[in-house]
């Protein structure tokens, strides 16, 4: 069976001390979330472990990504995350520090 995609949403999430590109993750993938509902699923009758939720992050330093800990923070669906070069590393040299920037793409498919 192929699965469309239906919806595709995009966030955006920082670490502003610290960077924690997981948690930058976190916060961008909950800013996907904030701009999407998914009414559709109820509507039609969908079962919610059925939607495919494929995550995209990216970050300048995709192998500190905790992938488990993104995939957590989705509540619905078979939840595959894969960190990629990206986002926005912008340093604090006074602090000796850096903001991490990370983007995060929401693909959802359904099986037809």
Do not use: C, W
Not at 73 to 94: F, I, S, Y
């Amino acid at each position: 069976m192929a699965a469309r995609r239906v919806i595709l949403e995009l966030g955006a999430g920082n670490d502003l001390h610290g960077g924690d590109y997981t948690k930058a993750a976190i916060r961008a993938v909950e800013d996907a979330l904030h701009h999407s509902s998914l009414t559709f699923v109820r509507t039609l009758g969908i079962d919610r472990d059925a939607l495919l939720v494929e995550v995209t992050i990216g970050v300048q330093r995709p192998e500190q990504v905790d992938v488990a800990r993104v995939a957590a923070a989705l509540p619905v669906g078979r939840v595959t995350v894969r960190a990629v070069k990206g986002g926005l590393d912008v340093p604090d040299d006074g602090a000796g520090d850096f903001a991490a920037i990370a983007s995060a793409a929401i693909a959802v498919r359904i099986e037809r």
